[in-house]
């Protein structure tokens, strides 16, 4: 008899852990989920899900208790623009994630365990890079010199250092992939931490067609986004794989955040007026540059933005309608 394979996957809670555990159940894993809180949007279809804070480094050491044959590192303190970039957050992000991170690293390699995945994200890139938003400069090895635009970025340099050090060091094989944006059903969609997809969809949602929807900066700043699927794919692929990274997981078309609202805007049916308002926008232009993953994996995803952003809003929509009861047509 062949023995099931065992996955942990720590931010089981978060969305993308949730849309993670669930591909991995799929797959007839046994699955172990790690959180603060359980995922707000749908039961959880982990075989065993742990509500405990991985920043204590013997609760870390508990959960890690056997030799999972992946681990996926996912659990961070995090949010949209309207968290990251105000500075209010920035010790708590910092502390928090790292503490995350160091804990996750040893128990890992004390429990002999060969693999984790960590997620790292685009915005560990060089703010001089991202000046011009019709080219911004992402390519994996212009990471340095270093020059976040935020201490979120810091962070996850820092720690894909962390998990690589842990290779050179202790022979593991933990992958790091730089995540550009991922977005979908089941995510953040109001509150202050949600991305910019998402809150378009719900103000669209909200909008009556004709209306005004208020748009953080000129809208002209560039970004690309990436369905939530096509992210657990490349997770998977890169840590079943024998390149360690970091490499970018992202989409390669980019739009102006003005496109992004007129795409949204032409799924809902609706006419929609921006208004431009002072807001925190981050850098000016980022998209994915996928050579390397193509390269290394011989895969790279492929899936249009307006196919994932359909899915999308029709989620949106009906968390907007469930909770207020009626929308405006
Ligand atoms: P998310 O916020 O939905 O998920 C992160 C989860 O970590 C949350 O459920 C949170 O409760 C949990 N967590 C935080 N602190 C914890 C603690 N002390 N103990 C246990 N759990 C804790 O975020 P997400 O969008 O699913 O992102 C997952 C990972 O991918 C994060 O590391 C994030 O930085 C990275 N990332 C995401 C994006 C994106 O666009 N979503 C882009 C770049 C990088």
């Given amino acids: 008899m062949t023995q099931e394979k065992t996955a942990l996957v720590l931010g089981a809670g978060g969305f993308i852990g949730g849309h993670l555990v669930k591909r991995l159940k799929r797959e007839g894993y046994w699955v172990r989920g790690v959180d603060l809180k359980f995922n707000e949007f749908s039961?959880?279809?982990a075989d065993d899900f742990v509500i405990g804070d991985l920043r204590d480094q013997s609760t870390v050491r508990g959960i890690i208790d056997r030799r999972f044959d992946e681990v996926y590192q996912l659990a961070a303190d995090m949010g949209g623009a309207g968290y990251i970039f105000t500075g209010e957050h920035d010790a708590d992000i910092m502390h928090n994630s790292a503490t995350i991170n160091l804990n996750v690293a040893e128990a890992a390699h004390k429990r002999n365990i060969k693999k984790v995945?960590?997620?790292s994200s685009a915005c560990m890139y060089p703010a001089y890079n991202q000046e011009d938003p019709d080219n911004p400069?992402?390519?994996?090895a212009s990471a340095y010199p270093a020059a976040p635009d935020s201490e979120y970025g810091w962070e996850k340099l820092f720690?894909?250092?962390?998990f690589l050090a842990y290779n050179r060091n202790y022979g593991m094989q933990n992958r790091v992939a730089r995540f550009h944006n991922i977005f979908g059903p089941e995510g953040t969609?109001?509150?202050g931490k949600e991305k910019a997809p998402a809150a378009i969809c719900r103000k669209v949602?909200?909008?009556?067609?004709?209306?005004e929807i208020e748009i953080w900066g000129d809208g002209l700043q560039t970004r690309s986004f990436l369905f939530v699927d096509e992210c657990v794919e490349g997770v998977l692929r890169l840590t079943r794989s024998g390149f360690e990274g970091p490499v970018n997981i992202g989409s390669e078309e980019m739009v102006t955040i003005n496109q992004l609202v007129e795409i949204v805007a032409e799924i809902a049916g609706k006419k929609i007026v921006k208004k431009h308002i002072p807001g925190p926008t981050g850098v000016r232009g980022r998209n994915s540059d996928n050579r390397l993953i193509e390269e290394k994996l011989g895969w790279k995803p492929s899936q249009s933005l307006r196919i994932g952003l359909e899915?999308?809003?029709?989620?949106?929509e009906r968390q907007c309608r469930s909770n207020s009861g009626a929308l405006a047509s």
Avoid: V
């Avoid at 400069?137 to 994996?140: R, V, W």
């Avoid at 720690?159 to 962390?162: M, V």
């Avoid at 949602?205 to 209306?211: F, H, L, N």
């Avoid at 899915?311 to 949106?316: A, C, G, K, L, V």
């Fill in 43 to 45: 039961e959880t279809a």
């Fill in 117 to 119: 995945f960590y997620s």
């Fill in 137 to 140: 400069i992402c390519s994996e």
């Fill in 159 to 162: 720690s894909e250092r962390l």
């Fill in 189 to 191: 969609w109001q509150g």
């Fill in 205 to 211: 949602a909200m909008a009556s067609s004709g209306s």
């Fill in 311 to 316: 899915q999308t809003y029709e989620w949106i």
